[in-house]
């Protein structure tokens, strides 16, 4: 079993790097390897989960609440989400933290795989 | 566990925020608990920032700190320079030239590879 | 050894870098199909991207995988990213 940390600095929709993400991170999750996201500038958004798309069956944030629920951690730069207004995190999903750069040099400490996104 | 981090600085200044956030990012690396070791390197449209006259108001503080915490290395990669018609003389003296072998033996020494 | 994960806009840079490493492997991933892996010992391409894009004929020198065969090669290299 591996630990790969995910640093994910795009917000969800206009770039495909949050489907990218989602889609490694849930392989690697169901091949029962410890994986966890460190979400910075733009990435932050992805957590959202007031997202709403008509188009779309799932929007982002329902792929990344997914991964949480099946053992990721996902911590988010809390300097990040205060600048674009998100409160604190207030309308992530449960599970989705808000910390600090810290908290990612921690992960990469504990990591074996750093993938960026 | 403490690792050896490369910060791979790739995006033209100042069109995106990374080549901040990237500095950022190498302060908070260096002053967690495990105290990660890192070293820069600017290439491809990244060079752009290595310009002495390019504005370094919003970085400046963070590599003031980072001094402050451990001496660290600003490689900028010379044929990203000479692709883009950049002299030596048009540098910020803080930026050291490396061959482009150089900047591969960096990516092997280091344990992570980051690209900002 | 190194798994390269190229992508635009840095895969020109990523693979000049890949080729001074004796023991490269290539992912072509996202728009990084689009680049030209080849002169690669071992280069693949990620069958989403590949498919999405209709690039398969374009990338023949690469073999295709999915996400749970990049997942074990994330694991068994160590990851340079370039995308």
């Not at chain 1, 991964?67 to 809390?78: K, Q």
């Not at chain 1, 604190?88 to 074996?112: L, Q």
């Not at chain 2, 000479?82 to 910020?92: P, T």
């Not at chain 2, 003296?93 to 061959?99: C, K, L, P, T, W």
Request: charged share 25%; hydrophobic share 40%.
């Amino acid at each position: 079993m591996a630990n790969i940390n995910f640093l994910l600095t795009e917000g969800p929709f206009q770039t495909e790097k949050w489907n990218t993400a989602a889609k490694i991170a849930g392989a690697a999750l169901k091949k029962g390897h410890k994986v966890n996201f460190f979400c910075y500038l733009d990435g932050i958004y992805n957590g959202l989960s007031t997202q709403e798309f008509a188009d779309w069956e799932k929007v982002p944030g329902d792929y990344f609440n997914e991964l949480v629920e099946n053992g990721a951690e996902i911590v988010c730069c809390g300097i990040c989400v205060n600048a674009r207004g998100q409160q604190s995190g207030k309308f992530f999903y449960e599970g989705i933290k808000v910390g600090g750069i810290p908290d990612w040099a921690a992960f990469v400490g504990g990591a074996d795989r750093v993938v960026t996104l | 566990m403490e690792k050896k981090i490369l910060f791979m600085f790739l995006r033209a200044p100042f069109g995106a925020i990374y080549y901040t956030e990237g500095l950022r990012a190498v302060v908070g690396m260096m002053s967690g608990l495990d105290e990660h070791k890192v070293t820069c390197v600017y290439a491809g449209d990244g060079a752009y920032y290595c310009l002495k006259d390019s504005d370094k108001s919003e970085s400046a503080g963070y590599v003031k700190t980072i001094a402050d915490i451990s001496e660290t290395h600003y490689y900028v990669e010379k044929e990203s320079l000479d692709e883009r018609g950049i002299q030596e003389g048009d540098l910020d003296g803080m930026f050291e030239v490396i061959s482009r072998d150089d900047f591969a033996k960096l990516i092997s020494d280091n344990d992570v590879v980051y690209d900002f | 050894m190194a798994l390269y994960l190229i992508g635009l806009p840095f895969a020109k840079t990523g693979l000049e870098l890949a080729k001074r490493d004796s023991d490269a492997k290539v992912v072509l991933i996202e728009d990084g199909v689009y680049a030209d892996g080849s002169g690669f010992g071992e280069v693949y391409a990620v069958k989403e991207d590949v498919e999405k894009r209709g690039v398969a004929s374009r990338v023949a020198g690469a073999k295709v995988i999915d996400y749970d065969e990049l997942v074990d090669l994330i694991v068994d290299n160590k990851v340079v990213n370039f995308l």
